[in-house]
Protein backbone atom coordinates (compact mmCIF):
# COMPACT_ATOMS: atom_id res chain seq x y z
CA UNK A 1 0.00 0.00 0.00
CA UNK A 2 1.77 3.87 -1.10
CA UNK A 3 1.69 5.39 2.08
CA UNK A 4 3.83 8.42 3.76
CA UNK A 5 4.51 6.68 7.21
CA UNK A 6 5.32 9.26 10.27
CA UNK A 7 6.69 8.34 14.19
CA UNK A 8 5.84 8.65 16.43
CA UNK A 9 1.86 9.82 16.40
CA UNK A 10 2.15 11.45 19.66
CA UNK A 11 5.48 12.60 21.49
CA UNK A 12 5.85 14.93 24.94
CA UNK A 13 9.42 16.34 25.70
CA UNK A 14 11.25 18.70 27.79
CA UNK A 15 12.78 21.73 26.31
CA UNK A 16 15.83 21.17 25.04
CA UNK A 17 15.67 17.27 24.69
CA UNK A 18 16.39 16.82 21.09
CA UNK A 19 14.27 14.93 18.99
CA UNK A 20 13.54 13.14 15.37
CA UNK A 21 10.39 13.01 13.80
CA UNK A 22 10.57 9.85 11.12
CA UNK A 23 8.90 9.85 7.58
CA UNK A 24 9.02 7.40 5.43
CA UNK A 25 7.17 6.63 1.92
CA UNK A 26 7.11 3.76 0.01
CA UNK A 27 6.13 5.17 -3.57
CA UNK A 28 9.83 5.98 -4.84
CA UNK A 29 8.87 9.81 -4.68
CA UNK A 30 11.30 12.89 -5.28
CA UNK A 31 9.77 15.33 -3.79
CA UNK A 32 9.18 15.50 0.40
CA UNK A 33 8.52 18.24 3.09
CA UNK A 34 7.19 19.04 6.36
CA UNK A 35 4.37 21.16 7.71
CA UNK A 36 3.10 22.13 10.80
CA UNK A 37 0.19 22.97 11.60
CA UNK A 38 -1.67 25.59 14.44
CA UNK A 39 -5.23 26.75 14.90
CA UNK A 40 -5.89 29.47 12.80
CA UNK A 41 -2.75 29.58 11.04
CA UNK A 42 -3.59 26.73 8.70
CA UNK A 43 -0.63 24.13 7.14
CA UNK A 44 2.56 26.16 7.26
CA UNK A 45 5.99 24.43 5.14
CA UNK A 46 9.17 24.02 7.50
CA UNK A 47 11.50 22.40 4.78
CA UNK A 48 11.21 20.63 1.80
CA UNK A 49 13.71 18.67 -0.73
CA UNK A 50 13.53 17.61 -3.94
CA UNK A 51 15.73 14.91 -4.42
CA UNK A 52 18.57 13.31 -2.36
CA UNK A 53 20.95 15.37 -0.61
CA UNK A 54 18.71 18.60 -1.90
CA UNK A 55 16.69 20.24 1.13
CA UNK A 56 15.71 23.73 1.63
CA UNK A 57 14.19 26.23 3.74
CA UNK A 58 10.70 26.45 3.74
CA UNK A 59 8.31 29.34 5.27
CA UNK A 60 9.13 28.61 9.16
CA UNK A 61 12.12 26.76 9.21
CA UNK A 62 13.89 27.88 12.41
CA UNK A 63 14.54 25.59 14.94
CA UNK A 64 14.25 22.95 13.04
CA UNK A 65 16.84 20.52 10.59
CA UNK A 66 16.22 17.90 7.99
CA UNK A 67 18.28 15.50 6.15
CA UNK A 68 17.54 13.63 2.82
CA UNK A 69 20.49 10.91 2.52
CA UNK A 70 18.42 8.48 0.88
CA UNK A 71 15.14 8.93 -1.15
CA UNK A 72 12.21 7.39 1.32
CA UNK A 73 13.03 8.68 4.47
CA UNK A 74 13.52 12.26 5.42
CA UNK A 75 13.60 13.16 9.32
CA UNK A 76 12.59 16.00 10.97
CA UNK A 77 14.91 17.10 13.78
CA UNK A 78 14.43 19.49 16.66
CA UNK A 79 17.93 20.27 18.08
CA UNK A 80 16.86 22.37 21.37
CA UNK A 81 12.68 21.84 21.09
CA UNK A 82 11.33 25.21 22.58
CA UNK A 83 7.60 24.70 23.96
CA UNK A 84 6.60 27.53 21.00
CA UNK A 85 7.21 24.50 18.54
CA UNK A 86 4.22 22.39 19.93
CA UNK A 87 2.31 21.71 17.44
CA UNK A 88 0.85 19.26 14.55
CA UNK A 89 3.31 17.99 12.30
CA UNK A 90 3.08 16.44 8.79
CA UNK A 91 4.91 14.38 6.51
CA UNK A 92 3.91 14.78 2.41
CA UNK A 93 5.43 13.35 -0.51
CA UNK A 94 4.70 13.32 -4.28
CA UNK A 95 6.49 12.20 -7.65
CA UNK A 96 7.70 15.66 -8.36
CA UNK A 97 7.93 18.86 -6.55
CA UNK A 98 4.46 20.58 -6.98
CA UNK A 99 2.59 22.21 -8.35
CA UNK A 100 2.64 19.29 -11.28
CA UNK A 101 1.49 16.94 -8.97
CA UNK A 102 -1.08 15.06 -9.21
CA UNK A 103 -1.58 14.22 -5.29
CA UNK A 104 0.53 15.57 -2.19
CA UNK A 105 0.50 12.04 0.05
CA UNK A 106 0.31 13.23 3.73
CA UNK A 107 1.57 11.30 6.78
CA UNK A 108 -0.79 10.73 9.50
CA UNK A 109 0.40 13.26 11.38
CA UNK A 110 2.53 13.74 14.95
CA UNK A 111 1.49 15.49 17.16
CA UNK A 112 4.17 17.40 19.46
CA UNK A 113 3.75 18.69 22.67
CA UNK A 114 6.93 20.60 24.43
CA UNK A 115 6.86 21.41 27.74
CA UNK B 1 5.75 35.17 -3.14
CA UNK B 2 2.50 33.51 -3.44
CA UNK B 3 -0.13 33.26 -0.65
CA UNK B 4 -3.92 32.12 -0.13
CA UNK B 5 -6.23 34.18 1.76
CA UNK B 6 -9.46 32.10 3.06
CA UNK B 7 -11.22 34.80 4.45
CA UNK B 8 -13.88 33.02 6.62
CA UNK B 9 -12.72 30.94 9.14
CA UNK B 10 -16.07 29.44 10.44
CA UNK B 11 -18.81 28.86 8.05
CA UNK B 12 -22.16 27.72 9.53
CA UNK B 13 -24.27 25.92 6.95
CA UNK B 14 -27.52 23.56 7.42
CA UNK B 15 -27.92 20.12 6.37
CA UNK B 16 -29.13 20.42 2.97
CA UNK B 17 -28.20 23.68 2.16
CA UNK B 18 -25.80 24.79 -0.58
CA UNK B 19 -21.82 25.87 0.51
CA UNK B 20 -19.84 27.86 -0.64
CA UNK B 21 -15.87 28.57 0.77
CA UNK B 22 -14.34 31.15 -0.68
CA UNK B 23 -10.47 31.11 -1.67
CA UNK B 24 -8.75 33.93 -3.20
CA UNK B 25 -4.89 33.52 -4.35
CA UNK B 26 -2.02 35.37 -5.12
CA UNK B 27 0.44 34.26 -7.79
CA UNK B 28 2.66 35.60 -10.17
CA UNK B 29 2.02 32.90 -12.68
CA UNK B 30 -0.41 30.35 -14.01
CA UNK B 31 -1.75 28.89 -10.32
CA UNK B 32 -1.89 25.81 -9.55
CA UNK B 33 -4.97 25.30 -7.23
CA UNK B 34 -6.27 22.82 -4.53
CA UNK B 35 -8.86 21.85 -1.93
CA UNK B 36 -7.98 19.82 0.79
CA UNK B 37 -10.73 18.80 3.54
CA UNK B 38 -9.01 17.77 7.07
CA UNK B 39 -11.64 15.80 9.39
CA UNK B 40 -11.12 16.34 12.81
CA UNK B 41 -8.00 14.26 14.18
CA UNK B 42 -7.33 13.45 10.71
CA UNK B 43 -5.00 13.90 7.57
CA UNK B 44 -5.37 16.07 4.74
CA UNK B 45 -7.58 14.59 1.95
CA UNK B 46 -7.40 16.55 -1.43
CA UNK B 47 -11.21 17.20 -2.80
CA UNK B 48 -9.88 19.09 -5.93
CA UNK B 49 -7.48 20.54 -7.86
CA UNK B 50 -6.81 22.93 -10.84
CA UNK B 51 -3.93 22.90 -12.86
CA UNK B 52 -5.31 24.46 -16.80
CA UNK B 53 -8.22 23.52 -19.05
CA UNK B 54 -11.90 24.19 -17.90
CA UNK B 55 -12.42 26.37 -15.30
CA UNK B 56 -15.35 24.49 -13.34
CA UNK B 57 -13.55 21.39 -11.58
CA UNK B 58 -14.88 18.40 -10.12
CA UNK B 59 -13.66 16.60 -7.30
CA UNK B 60 -15.00 13.99 -4.84
CA UNK B 61 -18.03 13.65 -2.67
CA UNK B 62 -19.76 16.13 -4.90
CA UNK B 63 -17.71 19.12 -4.56
CA UNK B 64 -17.02 21.14 -7.13
CA UNK B 65 -14.59 24.65 -7.74
CA UNK B 66 -14.58 27.05 -9.95
CA UNK B 67 -11.51 29.11 -11.24
CA UNK B 68 -11.87 32.94 -12.08
CA UNK B 69 -8.76 34.42 -13.60
CA UNK B 70 -10.00 38.13 -13.11
CA UNK B 71 -11.01 37.99 -9.79
CA UNK B 72 -7.91 35.46 -8.31
CA UNK B 73 -10.44 33.22 -6.81
CA UNK B 74 -11.92 29.61 -6.37
CA UNK B 75 -14.28 28.90 -4.62
CA UNK B 76 -15.30 25.93 -3.56
CA UNK B 77 -19.08 24.87 -3.76
CA UNK B 78 -21.61 21.93 -3.13
CA UNK B 79 -24.93 22.33 -4.04
CA UNK B 80 -26.45 20.02 -0.60
CA UNK B 81 -24.41 19.86 2.79
CA UNK B 82 -24.06 16.48 4.43
CA UNK B 83 -23.65 16.22 8.23
CA UNK B 84 -20.41 14.36 7.34
CA UNK B 85 -19.39 17.37 5.25
CA UNK B 86 -18.75 19.09 8.83
CA UNK B 87 -14.50 19.58 8.54
CA UNK B 88 -11.98 21.64 8.12
CA UNK B 89 -11.36 23.09 4.85
CA UNK B 90 -7.97 24.54 3.04
CA UNK B 91 -7.54 26.26 -0.23
CA UNK B 92 -3.50 26.04 -1.44
CA UNK B 93 -1.50 27.00 -4.39
CA UNK B 94 1.36 25.43 -5.95
CA UNK B 95 4.65 27.46 -7.03
CA UNK B 96 7.90 25.88 -8.01
CA UNK B 97 8.59 24.16 -5.19
CA UNK B 98 6.33 24.98 -2.49
CA UNK B 99 2.80 24.34 -2.16
CA UNK B 100 1.18 27.51 0.11
CA UNK B 101 -2.24 26.65 2.47
CA UNK B 102 -4.72 28.56 3.37
CA UNK B 103 -5.88 28.99 7.32
CA UNK B 104 -8.38 26.98 6.24
CA UNK B 105 -12.34 27.58 6.84
CA UNK B 106 -14.16 25.33 9.62
CA UNK B 107 -17.44 24.01 7.84
CA UNK B 108 -19.95 22.92 11.12
CA UNK B 109 -23.58 21.70 9.94
CA UNK B 110 -26.39 21.82 11.65
CA UNK B 111 -29.55 19.90 11.45
Known amino acids: EAQVTQNPRYLITVTGKKLTVTCSQN?????MSWYRQDPGLGLRQIYY???????DKGDVPEGYKVSRKEKRNFPLILESPSPNQTSLYFC??????????????FGSGTQLSVL | AQSVTQPDIHITVSEGASLELRCNYS??????LFWYVQSPGQGLQLLLK??????LVQGIKGFEAEFKRSQSSFNLRKPSVHWSDAAEYFC?????????FGKGTMLLVSP
Open chain 1, 92 to 105: ASNPTGPPRSEKLF
Open chain 1, 27 to 31: MNHEY
Open chain 1, 49 to 55: SMNVEVT
Open chain 2, 27 to 32: YGATPY
Open chain 2, 50 to 55: YFSGDT
Open chain 2, 92 to 100: AVGGYSTLT
